[in-house]
């Protein structure tokens, strides 16, 4: 079937969002459920201090770092996924090809519980295919509206949101159980059936589906994925795999090498019509974005002003990500030092963190139908930057909370779990304010040209997020200069770190302009 829009009916929702729906439903099934018992399982299989002593004192920030390595690779491929769908696939090939990806590693990941080379190895499969299809299916939900619908995309990624928060609730509940009554095999294999359930979903929707074509060949962009990508997995060979130094330095190896491939390949890289970087390489040289329109047009270099409008507010939300990711690693490590008994039941803590998905599911509609209207009747208009900034705030005193329990503990204390939830109630506020105002900003905010690529560049603040975790966390364990933010310190760090970035993002986002582009 050609990759040409399907029409849609006038003024009204489109049929193929229930499936792109139900595939994002049964995916973070997968994901939150393997996540969600990650950190533990890597500290009692493979980092345990009974089988190596030497472990006794970092074992906890190593089992944090590898898992934060994981999820920042998991969101950093999507700029490759990206590339794959606008250049050559489109996005339904590229989700459906790279479903099958993520469905191989999530079933070698189950096969290889007891051999920590193949499991972490499974672990960049998973990342791969996740990579591929992240992108692209939040994007493939903006392609399905057109104008005449367009006023309908706000409550369409609110579906695809609650979607999400679905899917991981029930994960998240029932994986940690199946972990402790039938092994980690059977954990990580419920997830890896999800995802083939969630392909073959994707699928059955092939006919419903408004599909944005991709552009024609060019064997110029071949060239330019091919030396990124390339790169990045020697880098990640080298520094992660055999040097076990984390993706702090992958990355940062990695950017030197794209510079200098870029040059190497600079008529590919720098090419006539012109590229992202090829263009703001010209503007840069010629004095400004005013003569490149010259030589490009004026609609293309507002397209690449419209770049840099969202690339500037998307460079405060890795800070979020650092903070949020936390939730799913170093709070669960927390929980297990407390008293889990709540509500009359004894949880475990890997699934204490299921709140939050269910608040999510709580709070969308509270948001959307209640708080909103509210603030706008009163005068006090909500605009996707304010909700930004107020979702820093909240997620910084989320972090307040969850650092004065960790004092209680460090004085041998033994507090309730409520604490930790109160802490996700607020962190849940947060990331409504945030997460599902940033999916909809990147698409509406992005020319049709790059709307995968801005997609993915959002999920790449997710990839820095964890590599600033990673990289402290990578410091604690080698007992460098982070190891003395230990205990409640280390979380004091993050929600001054999260303070700060709200008050600058206050301060510079009311010069920051917005113009939407809906595809027709």
């Known amino acids: 079937m050609a990759d040409t829009p399907t029409p849609q009916v006038k003024g009204k929702f489109p049929s193929s969002i229930p499936y792109i729906i139900g595939n994002e439903a049964a995916e973070r099934f997968n994901y939150y459920g393997m996540t969600a018992i990650l950190t533990t399982f890597l500290i009692v299989q493979f980092y345990n201090p009974a089988k190596d002593p030497a472990l006794t004192q970092f074992a906890e920030a190593k089992a944090n770092a590898t898992n934060h390595d994981f999820k920042a690779m998991v969101y950093l491929l999507p700029m490759f996924g990206g590339m794959i769908a606008d250049w050559f696939w489109g996005k339904y090939k590229t989700i459906l090809r790279l479903s099958l990806v993520y469905a191989l590693g999530s079933t070698l990941v189950a096969l290889s519980v007891n051999n920590e080379v193949l499991f972490t190895s499974a672990l960049m499969l998973i990342a791969m295919g996740a990579g591929g299809i992240k992108p692209c299916v939040s994007a493939n939900v903006g392609d399905q509206f057109d104008e005449s619908n367009s006023q309908m995309i706000s409550k369409a990624f609110d579906a695809f949101y609650a979607s999400i928060n679905a899917g991981s609730v029930l994960s998240i509940l029932l994986i940690p159980y199946l972990n402790k009554h039938y092994?980690?095999?059977?954990?990580?294999?419920?997830?890896?059936?999800?995802?083939?359930?969630?392909?073959?979903?994707?699928?059955?929707?092939?006919?419903?589906?408004?599909?944005?074509?991709?552009?024609?060949?060019?064997?110029n962009?071949?060239?330019?994925?091919?030396t990124a990508f390339v790169s990045l997995f020697i880098s990640y060979v080298y520094f992660d795999k055999i040097l076990h130094l984390g993706t702090g330095p992958v990355l940062g190896v990695w950017a030197l090498a794209v510079i200098a491939l870029a040059f190497v390949f600079k008529k590919q890289w720098f090419a006539k019509p012109g590229n992202f970087?090829?263009?703001n390489l010209y503007a840069l040289i010629n004095g400004g974005f005013s003569a490149a329109a010259k030589e490009y047009g004026e609609e293309k270099i507002e397209g690449i002003r419209s770049v840099w409008r969202v690339l500037s507010v998307f460079a405060f939300i890795p800070v979020f990500w650092a903070l949020w990711d936390q939730s799913q690693s170093e709070w669960v490590v927390q929980a297990t030092k407390m008293d889990l008994n709540w509500l009359g039941i004894e949880w475990q803590a890997e699934q204490i963190s299921f709140v939050n998905a269910a608040f999510i599911l709580l709070f969308i509609p509270l948001f959307?139908?209640?708080?909103?209207?509210?603030?706008?009747?009163?005068g006090l208009k909500v605009t996707p930057l304010r909700k930004i900034?107020?979702?820093?705030?909240?997620?910084?005193?989320?972090?307040?909370?969850v650092a004065i329990v960790q004092g209680w503990i460090d004085a041998?204390?033994?507090?309730?779990?409520?604490?930790?939830?109160?802490?996700?109630?607020?962190?849940?506020?947060g990331e409504v304010l945030i997460?599902?105002?940033g999916l909809e900003y990147a698409y509406t905010q992005s020319p049709p040209s790059m709307k995968s690529t801005i997609m993915a560049c959002w999920l790449i603040t997710v990839t820095l997020g964890n590599v600033l975790v990673s990289v402290i966390q990578t410091n604690i364990k080698n007992e460098g200069f982070f190891a003395k933010f230990h205990g409640a310190d280390f979380f004091w760090l993050f929600t001054g770190i999260c303070f700060a970035?709200?008050?600058?993002?206050?301060?510079?986002?009311?010069?920051?302009?917005e113009k939407s582009y809906i595809v027709k």
């Open 435 to 437: 997460s599902i105002t």
């Open 501 to 513: 970035t709200a008050l600058l993002f206050m301060l510079i986002s009311p010069s920051i302009k």
């Open 183 to 219: 092994g980690p095999m059977v954990a990580f294999g419920v997830p890896a059936i999800a995802m083939l359930v969630a392909t073959l979903f994707f699928w059955a929707g092939r006919n419903k589906y408004r599909r944005i074509a991709p552009p024609a060949f060019d064997k």
């Open 412 to 429: 041998g204390a033994r507090p309730n779990i409520s604490w930790q939830i109160l802490a996700f109630v607020v962190l849940t506020a």
């Open 221 to 226: 962009r071949l060239i330019i994925f091919l």
């Open 277 to 279: 970087v090829g263009i």
């Open 368 to 378: 959307s139908f209640g708080i909103f209207p509210a603030l706008n009747k009163m």
């Open 389 to 401: 900034g107020t979702g820093l705030i909240l997620t910084a005193l989320s972090f307040v909370i």
